[in-house]
């Protein structure tokens, strides 16, 4: 007959040993989080939705992702992983195979580089940790990184853009976010606010405005050098562009995209119109309050945002030459605008 005591204890024990598995025991495989998969299929979902509506090609360019979590990252999407990676075996809503490593980036990162065996990757971490921690915000950002796994992806772009030669011997790529641009040189600040508010104007007109554009274009040019100008131009095409894409995303998915079930019932989910307004509204707000020796390199979102909008009404075939004229928005500009003689920077 067992003891009164060890009776009492007998639950205690059995707690004890469930919470601590004895030494040996298989530990579980982590696993995505059930919110973060709806997240990336609704991503992978619009994107194949989006085909070629935005960029030729767009839909022929492979999107792997790396997701990271506090303790984990979660590669989806990935033709050639490296060896530090385990799989977890194909996910239904996926549709793709996950794989598993320890964490390596920070948890809050939202970037694209070669992170993984030398191809280009979408870093990103949980919606919650990032600068986009709202779902619907958090997957066109997704698209965002996208983008530019489609512009790095275009034949010889590595190499044109060393062909610019501003990175000042740098092999990291850092220099496109150090470059010694004179963010707080009064005149150039200035006239970049100038350049901000005829943007503006514009895009809350109708029609016209891309000769005032064009022409405050070329005297913002006309306060820097020629290699500043390339840099500040080469800027506006790569981050504002992306910009305008998730812009122009979510305004097609508005107009004719449903949602899967899952992700419309995530709590916090807003439909895309709500967000292609709310974040066109942003853009015009930064550009009326520009501020470039604060704002510094994040001033090219709004810009570069608001340049591609206003090309799509006054020459919508840019896009479709967006590649074959590389690095620049200010040449497509002077296009739409050919009252506009000058258009580059001093030597």
């Known amino acids: 007959m067992i003891p009164s005591l060890l009776r009492r204890l007998l639950p205690l024990l059995f707690c004890l040993i469930t919470m601590h598995p004895a030494r040996g025991q298989a530990v579980p495989e982590p696993s995505l989080p059930s919110a973060d998969r709806i997240r990336l299929a609704e991503a992978f979902r619009l994107k194949a939705w989006i085909g070629e509506r935005v960029w030729p090609g767009w839909s022929r360019t492979i999107f792997p992702v790396l997701l990271v979590t506090r303790d984990h990252e979660f590669l989806v999407g990935h033709p050639a992983p490296s060896d530090d990676f385990r799989p977890l075996g194909r996910d239904a809503l996926l549709g793709q195979e996950v794989l598993v490593r320890k964490r390596v980036f920070p948890p809050n990162l939202m970037a694209t580089f070669p992170a ?99 022409g405050a274009q070329a005297r913002l040019a006309a306060q820097v050098s020629r290699d500043e100008f390339r840099y500040l131009d080469f800027q506006l095409w790569q981050e504002g562009v992306a910009r305008y894409t998730e812009l122009r995303v979510a305004g097609l998915a508005a107009s004719g995209y449903q949602p899967s079930a899952p992700f419309a019932a995530l709590p916090d989910f807003k439909p895309y119109g709500e967000q292609a307004a709310a974040m066109r509204a942003a853009m015009l707000r930064e550009l009326k309050r520009a501020q470039l020796a604060k704002q510094r390199r994040l001033a090219v979102y709004a810009m570069g945002a608001g340049l591609a909008l206003l090309l799509d009404r006054e020459q919508p075939e840019w896009r479709m030459r967006y590649l074959e004229q590389p690095f620049t928005l200010s040449k497509p500009v002077e296009a739409a605008a050919p009252k506009q003689v000058e258009g580059a920077g001093k030597d």
């Open 116 to 214: 993984v065996n030398g191809i280009s990757t979408v870093v990103v971490g949980q919606a919650p940790n990032t600068d986009s921690p709202q779902s619907t915000a958090w997957v066109l950002t997704l698209l965002h990184e996208h983008f530019h796994q489609w512009q790095s992806g275009a034949p010889g772009y590595f190499d044109s853009v060393d062909s610019l030669g501003l990175s000042g011997g740098d092999k990291t790529g850092m220099w496109m976010l150090n470059y010694p641009f004179p963010y707080t040189k009064p005149a150039v600040a200035s006239q970049f606010r100038t350049l901000s508010l005829a943007l503006a104007r514009a895009l809350e007109t109708d029609q016209g405005g891309a000769d005032t554009v064009a």
